[in-house]
């Protein structure tokens, strides 16, 4: 397994922005990687994901258009930019390392992903 930490989170006005970042204290270069939020009351839901080498990334339909992930495998570090913000988006943002490279048909299941963070506080307000 792996350390990962977020960060960026915060609170911010609806149409607003926010970049997410998570860093890693092991290797993460041969593993996709993901972001899942919760919100109060409901269960971990899938926000976005991307594979090891960067070329495949798959969105949740109610973040597509607005949030974009990106990974820098040299910084251990994957980033959520999220754009146009709406008070739905509120919960705690966490991520995650899979425990393969490859996105499959799996990517959205939470069961799919060894290591976790602690999660990064969102707040939308409207």
């Known amino acids: 397994q792996v350390q990962l930490v977020e960060s960026g989170g915060g609170l911010v006005q609806a149409g607003g922005s926010l970049r997410l970042s998570c860093v890693a204290s092991g290797p993460t270069f041969t593993y996709a990687m993901a972001w899942f939020r919760q919100a109060p009351g409901k269960e971990r839901e899938f926000v976005a994901a991307?594979?090891?080498?960067?070329?495949?990334?798959a969105y949740a339909d109610s973040v597509k258009g607005r949030f974009t992930i990106s990974k820098d495998n040299a910084k251990s570090t994957v980033w959520l930019q999220m754009n146009s913000l709406k008070p739905e988006d509120t919960a705690v943002y966490h991520c995650?390392?899979?425990?393969?490279?490859?996105?499959?048909?799996?990517?959205?299941?939470?069961?799919?992903?060894?290591?976790w963070g602690q999660g990064t506080q969102v707040t939308v307000s409207s």
């Open positions: 995650a390392r899979k425990s393969s490279g490859t996105l499959g048909n799996n990517y959205a299941s939470a069961n799919n992903y060894d290591s």
């Open positions: 991307i594979n090891w080498s960067n070329d495949r990334i």
